[in-house]
């Protein structure tokens, strides 16, 4: 009877084991979860609002070099990680507004919507590139699929304010390196129109696809006292 | 498990209840600061951009 007694303990033993285990993995799932979907949005709101403090300053001072034509910008003078501009999603809402990081690496699209070094510098002649996470770290790219033709996406600048109309939707695979080209697809291509691409993940939470923006320049102004671009009036 | 960990915790019951505290705070402080992130950058959702080989689990750019 001792040796049945015994078995049975052990098993008994083994099976509270496994079921704390189990219990124990699904709650660092769980975890996993809150991290991902909380405090990566908290890391990000905090990496954002150093960052527009930082612009903010380096706006107020002078300018390093005489500053005066549209699509003018020193982007030599920023490290990676470092803000860029300032990028408004007026449709999709007042507080869409994120710095944009010089960088496109994991730690770059961290703290925002990052720039591809080597595409062109906001209001320039080319393709400036920007992608920015959909799902996590602030998501700031979360609504881009409801960006339609015609709608206003404006980058700010320390001297001014670039006005872009959305011109289309595109579902591209992840290596979709053309989107990049300073003519979209078209390699080598000398640019004539000052483009804007944004890129994210697409479906949701996969990276099956990317999903691209693009947006075509429609109209620089440059900044002073009381100025705003009329797509962002009214905010 | 955790009853051999309960076990082994010296001291008084109010003692031995914030070692637990303390103890998970630990774990869960691994988790978000050392285990989360690594993990995460494996995830595919992350990708972004549009310079990555389509067949790849590299989260890189």
């Given at each position: 009877?001792?040796?049945?007694?015994?078995?049975?303990?052990?098993?008994?033993?083994?099976?509270?084991?496994?079921?704390?285990?189990?219990?124990?993995?699904?709650?660092?799932?769980?975890?996993?979860?809150?991290?991902?979907?909380?405090?990566?949005?908290?890391?990000?709101?905090?990496?954002?609002?150093?960052?527009?403090?930082?612009?903010?300053?380096?706006?107020?001072?002078?300018?390093?070099?005489?500053?005066?034509?549209?699509?003018?910008?020193?982007?030599?003078?920023?490290?990676?990680?470092?803000?860029?501009?300032?990028?408004?999603?007026?449709?999709?809402?007042?507080?869409?507004?994120?710095?944009?990081?010089?960088?496109?690496?994991?730690?770059?699209?961290?703290?925002?919507?990052?720039?591809?070094?080597?595409?062109?510098?906001?209001?320039?002649?080319?393709?400036?590139?920007?992608?920015?996470?959909?799902?996590?770290?602030?998501?700031?790219?979360?609504?881009?699929?409801?960006?339609?033709?015609?709608?206003?996406?404006?980058?700010?600048?320390?001297?001014?304010?670039?006005?872009?109309?959305?011109?289309?939707?595109?579902?591209?695979?992840?290596?979709?390196?053309?989107?990049?080209?300073?003519?979209?697809?078209?390699?080598?291509?000398?640019?004539?129109?000052?483009?804007?691409?944004?890129?994210?993940?697409?479906?949701?939470?996969?990276?099956?696809?990317?999903?691209?923006?693009?947006?075509?320049?429609?109209?620089?102004?440059?900044?002073?006292?009381?100025?705003?671009?009329?797509?962002?009036?009214?905010? | 498990?955790?009853?051999?960990?309960?076990?082994?915790?010296?001291?008084?019951?109010?003692?031995?209840?914030?070692?637990?505290?303390?103890?998970?705070?630990?774990?869960?402080?691994?988790l978000f600061l050392v285990v989360f992130p690594r993990v995460e950058s494996l995830l595919p959702y992350s990708d972004v951009t549009v310079n990555q080989q389509p067949d790849t689990a590299s989260p890189s750019?």
């Amino acid at each position: 009877m001792t040796v049945v007694e015994t078995a049975g303990n052990r098993l008994r033993w083994l099976l509270r084991g496994l079921g704390q285990l189990l219990i124990t993995a699904g709650v660092v799932v769980l975890l996993f979860c809150v991290y991902e979907l909380k405090v990566t949005n908290l890391y990000t709101e905090q990496q954002q609002k150093t960052l527009d403090t930082q612009l903010a300053r380096e706006w107020a001072a002078p300018p390093p070099s005489p500053v005066g034509k549209p699509g003018q910008v020193h982007l030599a003078a920023f490290d990676d990680g470092a803000g860029i501009a300032r990028i408004y999603l007026p449709t999709l809402g007042r507080d869409q507004v994120h710095v944009v990081v010089e960088g496109v690496t994991h730690e770059d699209l961290k703290k925002g919507p990052g720039h591809y070094p080597g595409t062109a510098v906001p209001g320039a002649v080319g393709n400036m590139v920007v992608s920015g996470h959909r799902t996590t770290y602030g998501a700031p790219f979360n609504r881009l699929d409801e960006l339609h033709p015609g709608d206003a996406v404006v980058l700010e600048t320390r001297t001014f304010f670039y006005t872009y109309r959305v011109t289309g939707t595109t579902i591209v695979s992840p290596d979709a390196l053309g989107e990049t080209d300073p003519v979209p697809n078209h390699p080598g291509q000398v640019a004539t129109q000052r483009l804007l691409t944004l890129t994210t993940c697409n479906p949701k939470y996969s990276a099956r696809t990317r999903l691209v923006v693009r947006a075509l320049l429609e109209a620089p102004l440059a900044k002073g006292k009381g100025v705003v671009p009329p797509a962002l009036q009214g905010r | 498990m955790y009853s051999w960990i309960w076990r082994h915790l010296p001291g008084p019951l109010a003692v031995r209840l914030g070692e637990l505290v303390v103890l998970l705070a630990a774990a869960v402080a691994l988790l978000f600061l050392v285990v989360f992130p690594r993990v995460e950058s494996l995830l595919p959702y992350s990708d972004v951009t549009v310079n990555q080989q389509p067949d790849t689990a590299s989260p890189s750019p």
